[in-house]
């Protein structure tokens, strides 16, 4: 099956520093992924959605400064939370939407979504 | 408003037990509903994925049935074993033809299985 690797799977790191959360999807081209914030026993709150090519779409409340999104390519998604406080300390998972190739390209389906292993942030 | 509860918010059964989740939404026009695992710390694992017109589907142990017109889907565990202690969440597209439709996550319900 599809698998979407997440790296790194912890990292702790002091306040002030950026930390980069890489996204691969292993085994097929994602042209859309996402990536989420959850806290405990809370549900995954959409932060960005990632068009591969294009500018990353935020959501309501979300610092894209703050948190800043790179999909370079069909396979790789970055998240960097820059200059990370002790209010960033989350679960971040990503998503990543497999493509379909039709005769107007690459599109995006609900029906092939796989998820990454997710990345504990601890900024002390 | 496009919303996703599930109930119960936490469940704990003993270990060879059977159990029910419940996941009722509002998302709509709907396009499918997904049934996740997600352990501590790890990422949510696909279990089943149903479309309008899918009344049930099975993997393994898990059942989801579906419906539609009262928005309504559960998840029926079989035989529980120790593993199947994690979180269950309920996941809803929006359907939007063509274009990707946003996916509505529930709270997920937190399964504890005792031996």
């Known amino acids: 099956g599809a698998v979407v690797s997440q790296h790194p799977s912890r990292v702790i790191c002091k306040s002030g520093t950026s930390v980069k959360i890489e996204c691969r999807s292993l085994d097929f081209q994602a042209t859309t992924m996402f990536w989420y914030r959850q806290f405990p026993k809370q549900s995954l709150m959409l932060m960005a959605t990632s068009n591969e090519g294009s500018k990353a779409t935020y959501e309501q409340g979300v610092e894209k400064d703050k948190f800043l999104i790179n999909h370079a390519s069909l396979t790789l998604s970055t998240l960097t939370v820059t200059s990370a406080h002790p209010e960033d300390s989350s679960f971040y998972i990503c998503?990543?939407?497999?493509?379909?190739?039709?005769?107007?390209?690459?599109?995006?389906?609900?029906?092939?979504?796989?998820f990454g292993s997710g990345t504990q942030l601890s900024v002390l | 408003k496009n919303q996703v509860e599930q109930s119960p918010q936490s469940l704990i059964i003993l270990e060879g037990k059977n159990c029910t989740l419940q996941c009722n939404y509002t998302v709509s026009p709907f396009s499918n509903l997904r049934w996740y695992k997600q352990d501590t710390g790890r990422g949510p694992v696909s279990l089943t994925i149903?479309?309008?017109?899918?009344n049930t589907k099975s993997n393994g142990r898990y059942t989801a049935t579906l419906d539609a017109d009262t928005k309504q889907s559960s998840l029926h565990i079989t035989a529980s074993q120790l593993s199947d202690s994690a979180s269950y969440i309920c996941v809803v597209s929006l359907d939007r033809g063509s274009t990707l439709g946003r996916l509505y996550f529930g709270r997920g319900t937190q399964l504890t299985v005792w031996p």
């Open positions: 149903m479309t309008f017109s899918e």
């Open positions: 998503s990543a939407h497999k493509a379909l190739w039709g005769k107007d390209g690459p599109q995006a389906t609900n029906e092939k979504l796989f």
